[in-house]
């Protein structure tokens, strides 16, 4: 699992790839936790394009992150899940409560 952060007028962009289980949730989990409370930011993007495989760890670790942010005043926003994310998003309603978006960067 790779993860980089990018923090920026208020937003905090994490990008995730690899594959989100057990062990590398916890450490995303305590690496974006700490990222979190040094930023403060208003609005956590969670980019998930670039994960290949993801179990209920990888859940919780976007459902951990929702519950931190909105205590803290802010939002999360899914960015372009990947087909594994995607689809254990859309299973569990986690789309009813957190805002799933594609990645617009790129676009012209």
């Given at each position: 699992m790779k993860?980089?952060?990018?923090?920026?007028?208020?937003?905090?962009?994490?990008?995730?790839?690899?594959?989100?289980d057990?062990?590398?949730?916890?450490?995303?989990?305590?690496n974006?936790?700490a990222?979190?409370?040094?930023e403060?930011p208003k609005?956590?993007f969670i980019?998930?394009?670039?994960?290949?495989?993801?179990?209920?760890?990888?859940?919780g670790?976007?459902?951990?992150?929702?519950?931190?942010?909105?205590?803290?005043?802010g939002e999360?926003?899914?960015?372009s899940?990947?087909?594994?994310v995607?689809?254990?998003?859309?299973?569990?309603?986690?789309?009813?409560?957190?805002?799933?978006?594609?990645?617009k960067?790129?676009?012209q």
């Amino acid at each position: 699992m790779k993860f980089n952060y990018k923090y920026s007028d208020g937003a905090l962009c994490v990008t995730l790839s690899g594959e989100m289980d057990h062990h590398s949730a916890k450490t995303a989990r305590e690496n974006t936790d700490a990222v979190i409370n040094r930023e403060h930011p208003k609005v956590l993007f969670i980019d998930t394009s670039g994960i290949s495989f993801c179990d209920s760890s990888g859940l919780g670790y976007v459902m951990g992150r929702y519950r931190l942010m909105k205590s803290l005043g802010g939002e999360t926003v899914l960015i372009s899940p990947s087909g594994p994310v995607s689809k254990m998003v859309m299973l569990s309603g986690m789309d009813r409560l957190i805002k799933v978006e594609e990645d617009k960067r790129n676009e012209q």
